[in-house]
């Protein structure tokens, strides 16, 4: 009988006590299942790893410098390839396959300023390569509300903007300008961004 072992570091077996390279899929299969994952899991996790590349990508694109206030209240988002349902109430469910892009937010004022800009989001998918066929915002519920995949992300470009600011603000302002500044600041409703800057400009 053949002698049969697995290693997880060097995905290599024993055959007949011959030493030899496995086949790499079924090395890697084998991976997997030490992990506790399969080959349907993994390709989900990389497929919800490029969705959320990806929709990073499209909100810096159309929000600028503000675009971690919108991915800082983000708490899921979801590209969907599946049938067409249509609209029931006046035709029936057709074969057509479309891309559906649900989003969950936490944030009242977030979710209405996503809503305001979906057909310019949906261009920057399209610049991307992705269709968007449906674009639907979902206020987020229960543990759903817990949840924030661009904690991280937008922590990284709130300080961009911080830094950029302290350099615009680098050379001593006149009274003048602080007064001309603040009223500019007063109006920004996040709190955080506001104090910061208020903060910059005190500073001065």
Known sequence: MSKFEYSSNAAQYDLDGRKGRADIKSGIEYALADLGLNEEKLNKALRAGKVKNLFKEVINEVYGDAAFLILEKTNAVYLLHEPDKGDLKVARPTDK????????????????????????????????????????????????????????????????????????????????????????????????????????????
């Open 97 to 204: 396959l479309i891309w559906r892009l649900l989003i969950y937010t936490c944030d009242s004022m977030v979710h209405a300023d996503l809503d305001s800009r979906q057909e310019t989001i949906k261009r920057a998918f399209l610049r991307h390569g992705q269709d968007i066929d449906t674009f639907e915002l979902f206020s987020s519920k229960l543990n759903m509300r817990k949840r924030f995949p661009f904690k991280n992300d937008a922590q990284n470009l709130k300080e961009g903007v911080l830094n950029t600011e302290k350099r615009k603000v680098k050379q001593k302002m006149t009274q003048q300008q602080k007064q001309a500044t603040m009223q500019i600041v007063k109006k920004i409703q996040n709190k955080q961004l506001r104090q910061a800057l208020t903060n910059i400009v005190n500073e001065n």
